[in-house]
């Protein structure tokens, strides 16, 4: 159970183009869901907190007109990156506030290889 | 200010060993978790301590956590080649929402066959 996909799983775009990344929770759901960047070797960072729906709230020093997100359902929430540039390309990673019983956990989708060239 | 540093940053060792890997962090907590990520994939998450727990163990696992000192760490036992990956902590903060994490920079294990 507590299952999150990610769709696509990897995407090559041109500069320029707008890409969007959908986010699920396949069995369970999810008030709350996260969105998350890593570039190559580092960490996660936060980008944002997708409520449903409500809108998102945003990290400090994130775009909130570059990186679009929608959580129109319990089950789904959007990122789309807007005229997307190299600097942009990444490793895009959602999560989703569990179950009730799994009380703090967050699940988390298999992630969006972005490359954008 | 960087929450959930991890050391070492990488790691080597032969399987059958055990790992240690450490994790600081610098403001109050609700809990701290440990993720795990093989190279291009998502996390897993491996194992949950709550701020009023001092050791937690799940299989191979065991995470201890001293609040005093603001650290953590995560030993794997008898470690395995399959065991290669990275590892993250994440601390989600006490304090207006509870469900934000903050992650570590990972500490990079590998379990040479």
């Known amino acids: 159970g507590a299952v999150v996909s990610q769709h696509p799983s990897w995407v090559i775009c041109k500069s320029g183009t707008s890409v969007k990344i959908e986010c699920r929770s396949l069995d369970f759901q999810a008030t709350t869901m996260f969105w998350y960047r890593q570039f190559p070797k580092q960490s996660l960072m936060l980008m944002a907190t997708?409520?449903?729906?409500?809108?998102?709230?945003?990290e400090q020093g994130v775009e909130k007109d570059k990186f679009l997100i929608n959580h129109a359902s319990l089950t789904l929430s959007t990122l789309t990156v807007t005229s997307a540039h190299p600097e942009d390309s990444s490793f895009y990673i959602c999560s989703a506030d569990g179950p009730r019983s799994s009380y703090n956990e967050q699940f988390f989708g298999p992630g969006t290889r972005l490359t954008v060239l | 200010s960087q929450q959930g540093e991890e050391d070492p940053q990488a790691l080597s060792i032969q399987e059958g060993e055990n790992a240690t890997m450490n994790c600081s962090y610098k403001?109050?907590?609700?809990?701290l978790q440990w993720y795990r990520q093989n190279s291009g994939r998502g996390l897993v998450h491996l194992i949950l301590?709550?701020?009023?727990?001092r050791e937690k163990h799940s299989g191979r696992l065991r995470v201890t956590l001293d609040t005093s000192k603001k650290s953590s760490s995560l030993l794997i036992t008898a470690s395995r080649a399959a065991d290669t990956a990275s590892y993250f902590c994440?601390?989600?903060?006490?304090?207006?929402?509870?469900?934000?994490?903050?992650f570590g920079k990972g500490t990079l294990l590998t379990v040479n066959p």
């Open positions: 301590i709550r701020s009023n727990e």
């Open positions: 994440a601390t989600a903060s006490s304090g207006g929402s509870n469900y934000k994490l903050t």
């Open positions: 997708s409520n449903e729906g409500s809108k998102a709230t945003y």
């Open positions: 403001t109050s907590i609700n809990n």
